[in-house]
């Protein structure tokens, strides 16, 4: 059974971050860990009563297609009416159609209990979310007053529809055609891979499509942004007739199968009508709007779906009694807790997931911090923090998701790999959440070309250097944690000393850095985790002699675990990105 890690989440947004301060933007002026807390538990609730029994079921019967359109996994319909009658897609959203205004970091926190309860179900709001945010910051005035108010209320789902066949990561191949046709388009072409491109839970579905006005150049410039809406909107905004948007097929997939994977086919009689977003030409711009959106989100998946399957370990661990632990009495068997690498490796999942958390977490707030705060150095020094975390969010929590569900599965040992379990769902899940809205290795190249390369690194040493600074003061003075401290700020240096490194790279030869970026962005990931838990340590040393000393000791003893067998592989990382590069570099394709 999940339990949503409510207290845990609570010390993270309350006692590390201290989102309350955010209440003194004039924007998030309602906001208060009050609100964080009622809003919280009542995610908790759906999460665990509503979401989580689904779970499993949705795994084994999965969504289905027909030559009607695709139907949801059962119970999936009534789950999701329930999610709109709680207003949850209106969260976060534009007030001025119909939104709630909270800060991103308590949407961020939200979704993690969706994703941890049933990651399939939690994708597609997700990718709603994004839409709207894309058309908020983008649309027409008319194109948010007729779309916008049905898609906060959660009563039409949207999707974001990039891929084609020849075209996967590089959109500057996408072939889709647009043709003009008085005040709107006609759309001609064929998508993949489109994550709850249909489905029966909403009466329309808004498709944001990229494709190519006929006659624009070719390359990225050439790429528009169209909203395509399944069933066209009359101009009273009432549904008329089906738009000329059909799908083909739904793929057979590794793992979150209650999720339909679409092939969406465009114009296959008269084309499908599409309204022009913004200007020709800058959809992929615009489109990032709901990739950076999306990135975040999946960055939070990763953990999400390693924090259940911590769980389901952890109850494993406690119930299932195998052999004699070191110094017990003899002949006498116990619960697999007590073996000293079944703790290891239970530690191993709750440090790294607790250190993701921490940092996803972080960079939401910074994003909200560049949004409203009225000072404008600190909103400008936000947004470029934001943007620097959030390809390492994207990249190292998911990769970090997909060992410690692996984990999982080792720590039920030959159970584990017997789907009644339900620990290898967690593993086939979390599986994609490396892959797409862009792979760890497209991540690391944005991180280092795009984060880096834009402002010589300054971004990255203002970080290096708040980071050096705190710990530093903290190992001064809290006694219980200083060696926890003092191995963070070990870290720290040796990301220091490898930045130096691969900016040296970037500048001469490009390729050199790109071949050790992976270990690049795990280095930034594990370094800034491991500030984190060290704050989270000495936060916590302050009080654990109060009502709750078990909770802040476990975070103590999490943080010194973390120190002292997570932190190393930064030594290793970083000793791969001063020298790693030429072994890639100099060895010739054909001799791989």
Same mark, same amino acid.
């Given at each position: 059974?999940?339990? @949503? ?113 049933? !990651? ?13 945010? @894309? !058309? ?30 020849? &075209? ?34 909403? *009466? ?30 009359? *101009? ?28 969406? @086919? ?9 309204? !022009? ?174 984060? !880096? ?61 790109? &071949? ?37 000791? &476990? ?14 592989? &930064? ?9 790693? *590069? ?11």
């Amino acid at each position: 059974m999940y339990r @949503a890690p409510l207290r845990e989440m609570r010390f993270v947004l309350e006692e590390l971050l201290g989102a309350g301060q955010l209440s003194a933007c004039a924007l998030f002026a309602e906001y208060s860990d009050e609100l964080g807390r009622s809003v919280l538990e009542e995610a908790a609730r759906f999460a665990e009563g509503v979401l989580e029994p689904l779970n499993r079921p949705g795994d084994v019967a999965g969504a289905r297609w027909t030559p009607d359109g695709v139907v949801a996994a059962p119970g999936f319909r009534a789950a999701y009416e329930q999610f709109v009658a709680g207003g949850w897609p209106a969260l976060g959203a534009d007030p001025a159609h119909g939104g709630q205004v909270v800060p991103q970091v308590l949407v961020t926190a939200v979704g993690e209990f969706w994703g941890s309860a049933n !990651l399939a179900f939690k994708l597609g709001p997700m990718l709603t979310h994004g839409a709207v945010h @894309a !058309l908020e910051l983008t649309g027409s005035e008319a194109q948010k007053a007729r779309y916008l108010p049905k898609m906060v209320s959660g009563e039409w789902s949207g999707t974001m529809v990039l891929t084609e066949s020849q &075209a996967g990561s590089d959109l500057g191949l996408v072939r889709t055609r647009a043709v003009p046709d008085g005040d709107h388009y006609r759309l001609f072409g064929q998508k993949i891979f489109i994550t709850w491109g249909d489905h029966d839970l909403t *009466a329309n579905t808004i498709h944001m499509v990229l494709a190519r006005i006929e006659g624009a150049p070719a390359g990225v410039k050439g790429i528009s942004l169209f909203i395509v809406p399944k069933v066209l909107v009359n *101009a009273d905004g009432t549904l008329g007739e089906r738009n000329d948007v059909r799908c083909l097929s739904i793929e057979h997939k590794l793992g979150i199968h209650a999720s339909p994977t679409c092939v969406l @086919a465009f114009g296959e009689r008269t084309g499908a009508v599409g309204y !022009l977003i913004g200007e020709p030409g800058r959809g992929l711009e615009y489109m990032f709007i709901m990739m950076n959106s999306a990135r975040l989100s999946v960055g939070s998946e990763g953990y999400a779906v390693g924090e259940r399957a911590f769980q389901r370990a952890l109850d494993w661990a406690r119930s299932r009694v195998q052999g004699r632990p070191p110094g017990a009495d003899r002949g006498s068997a116990a619960p697999i807790i007590n073996h000293p690498d079944v703790r290891r490796m239970l530690l191993m999942m709750k440090a790294q997931t607790e250190a993701s958390r921490a940092l996803t977490l972080y960079t939401a707030m910074q994003f909200d911090l560049a949004r409203a705060s009225p000072d404008a150095a600190v909103r400008a020094a936000a947004q470029a923090r934001g943007e620097l975390l959030t390809p390492i969010v994207k990249g190292w929590c998911t990769e970090i998701g997909n060992e410690v569900a692996g984990i999982g599965v080792q720590v039920h040992g030959g159970m584990g790999f017997i789907e009644e379990t339900g620990a290898a769902q967690y593993v086939r899940d979390v599986r994609i959440t490396t892959i797409y809205e862009g792979t760890t290795g497209i991540q690391s190249n944005d991180l280092i070309g795009r984060k !880096l390369g834009r402002d010589r690194g300054v971004a990255m040493i203002a970080f290096l250097t708040e980071m050096k600074s705190e710990l530093a003061g903290l190992a001064a003075v809290e006694e219980l944690v200083d060696g926890t401290c003092r191995a963070a700020l070990e870290a720290v240096g040796q990301l220091a000393r490898a930045t130096q490194a691969l900016g040296k790279a970037l500048a001469t030869r490009p390729e050199l850095a790109q &071949a050790v970026s992976v270990p690049y962005l795990k280095l930034c990931g594990y370094v800034a985790g491991g500030w984190l838990l060290a704050k989270s340590a000495a936060l916590a040393e302050a009080s654990a002699d109060g009502a709750e000393r078990e909770f802040y000791m &476990a975070k103590i003893h999490t943080a010194a675990f973390y120190a002292a067998q997570v932190l190393p592989q &930064a030594a290793a990382l970083a000793r791969v990105v001063e020298s790693g *590069a030429a072994s890639v570099i100099e060895t010739d394709a054909a001799l791989i």
